[in-house]
């Protein structure tokens, strides 16, 4: 074993919000710099003799070099057993369900999600409990003050692992087993939805287009929808993760995955569209000329869980972050179960769904997710959706028009606004909230405010409270404008622009979104300045 002296602050220039690490792979492959972080883990976790650990990534560039660095310092602080899945590569979701499968002491993820990958791309690493979560606070804090005093590392001598290799070796002490990446989470899901229903469905020539975008869900969807349900080959697509995502951007939206939807709005259409992000916890779920709004998905989900296997007995509850549309709210209420609303980022379901409080949960952001284990997962919605189909025998065209017949209609829309100044979009956010008591009882377009506030939550299972979450000019009929700061952006600012409008004319289901929403949009413009304080026109994207 080597100790290594090092004086680097990984965290440097990092907004809060993310659960890891984000950075470029420059930075990352700086002498010291990985290795300061997981060192600052490992300090966290204390004595680790005995415990394993699992440990994949996306497969994106510098991914195999940091699992060896990783398996190396893991050895030197004793870990009992690191389970690595083969090639490096475990999707998101796949680390949470192998965590908890295992009853594995924790998990390391590399992934920086959806940003671009490659030399020039970026990197992430963060750390999940045993529960298969996201680490809470407490400790992602306890990791970040580490790094900032920590001045060196321990690191074993031994030699790089084969990854490619299933099946255990030995370092120093410690076992490395290389896992297929795949087995554990597909037989997860082959308990949780009607496969015989899906096959059946499939069998009769439905079709369906998956784009793994070049990232890891494209080996889990293979091998699930054409492996299992018997899909053609050809049905997924850009399945290979590749260091650069092949140039993608793994981020499923009707802007990054272009491609796909322009295939369900012409004329050679497949039954069904879908995709995955670059570590296959967010999805999109697209059918002919309608993209389905992540907000509308999980209140669909929600509205027919019983006809999946695995959500028979009902739900207990639904969570969906702040700035999601509250169309789950209208299906939590039918059912009488409650709906909660949380901070933006997933470990924020962790409490609810580890107390029993919540089965289903979702985020605007194209996250989907259940109790099943504790991050989004992207192809567990799509497999969500094929049982909805298959069970049905409806199109989703059809489950959306529906859902929207019988609950109403909530339009909405997120407008980003990318790599903007920092400064500027601090001091729009601080101007804003310094009006925010002068907003109530005002009457703008044919709104009046009802409530305007900076989102504060207290979380109902342990208490702690966050604060500054985001700020929401409610009107009274329930339309409502959200402002808050990306935390995951690596460019200067990332400001997101939320907006919902909530609609139950049945001759007013079919609206464009834009055009619904733009009485809404004049007032957001109108309270916050922000073309004028960003120097902006547009937009980034509008999703
Ligand atoms: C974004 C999404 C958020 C999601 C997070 C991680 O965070 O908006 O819903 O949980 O990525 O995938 P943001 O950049 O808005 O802080
Ligand atoms: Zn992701």
């Known amino acids: ?156 001598d031994a030699g790089p692992v084969d990854l490619d290799q299933l099946g255990t070796v030995q370092i120093e002490g410690m076992q490395v087993e ?71 951007h793994p981020d499923p939206n009707p802007v990054n995955a272009a491609e796909l939807v322009a295939l369900m709005n012409g004329p050679d259409a497949p039954e069904f569209g879908a995709a995955s992000d670059g570590d296959a916890d967010r999805n999109m779920i697209v059918g002919r000329n309608l993209a389905v709004s992540p907000s509308d998905s999980l209140a ?35 059912l009488g179960i409650s709906c909660f609303e949380t901070p933006t980022g997933w470990k924020y379901f962790g409490n609810l769904l580890d107390a029993g409080l919540a089965t289903l949960c979702g985020e605007e952001s194209y996250g989907t997710g259940s109790d099943h284990i504790r991050e989004k997962d992207g192809l567990w919605a799509v497999l969500f959706w094929l049982n909805l189909v298959a069970a049905t025998g409806k199109s989703v065209n059809q489950l959306v028009h529906e859902h929207w017949a019988r609950f109403g209609r909530n339009y909405y829309s997120r407008h980003d606004y990318e790599a903007v100044d920092s400064d500027a979009a601090d001091q729009m956010m601080q101007a804003l909230r310094g009006k925010l008591e002068g907003l109530a009882g005002q009457a703008m377009e044919n709104f009046r405010v009802r409530q305007a506030d900076d989102f504060v939550y207290t979380d109902p299972v342990d208490g702690s409270v966050a604060t500054r979450q985001g700020i929401r000019i409610i009107m009274t009929d329930g339309s409502r404008i959200v402002l808050r700061l990306s935390g995951t952006g690596t460019e200067g600012a990332t400001v997101r622009l939320y907006l919902e409008r909530y609609e139950a004319d049945p001759a007013r289901l079919d609206m464009d979104t834009q055009e619904a929403l733009a009485p809404l949009i004049a007032i957001a413009e109108q309270v916050s300045g922000l073309k004028q304080r960003t120097g902006r026109q547009e937009p980034s994207v509008v999703t």
Do not use: W
Not at 10 to 30: D, I, M, N, Y
Not at 33 to 46: C, K, W
């Open 1 to 156: 074993m080597t100790i290594q002296t090092i004086a680097t602050t990984p965290f440097a220039g990092q907004r809060p919000g993310t659960s890891g690490l984000r950075k470029k792979v420059t930075e990352f492959r700086q002498a010291g710099y990985l290795e300061n972080f997981v060192e600052a883990i490992f300090l966290t976790l204390g004595d680790c003799s005995g415990q394993t650990l699992v440990l994949g990534g996306d497969g994106r560039f510098f991914n195999r070099a940091a699992i060896q660095t990783i398996l190396r310092m893991a050895a030197a602080h004793k870990v009992g057993k690191v389970l690595v899945g083969r090639g490096g590569i475990l999707s998101t979701p796949a680390v949470s369900c192998v965590i908890r499968k295992h009853g594995a002491h924790g998990g390391i993820v590399l992934s920086a999600s959806h940003n671009p990958g490659g030399p020039d791309g970026d990197f992430g690493i963060k750390y999940n409990i045993a529960n298969g979560g996201p680490a809470p606070e407490k400790i992602t804090e306890a990791i970040h003050a580490h790094t900032t005093t920590l001045a060196e590392y321990h690191i074993s």
């Open 178 to 248: 290389v896992i297929d990446p795949v087995a554990d989470y597909a037989e997860m899901m082959g308990r949780l939805f009607d496969f015989d229903a899906i096959r059946a469905l499939f069998a009769r020539g439905f079709t369906m287009r998956f784009d793994g975008m070049s990232a890891v869900s494209g080996p889990y969807a293979k091998a699930i929808i054409e492996g299992m349900l018997g899909a053609p080959a050809g049905t997924v697509i850009n399945f290979e993760p590749l260091e650069d995502f092949g140039g993608h």
């Open 300 to 334: 669909i989900i929600a509205a027919n869980a019983t006809l999946a296997p695995g959500y028979r007995a009902g739900l207990k509850g639904i969570a969906r972050s702040m700035p999601t549309s509250q169309a789950a709210d209208r299906v939590a209420a039918s």
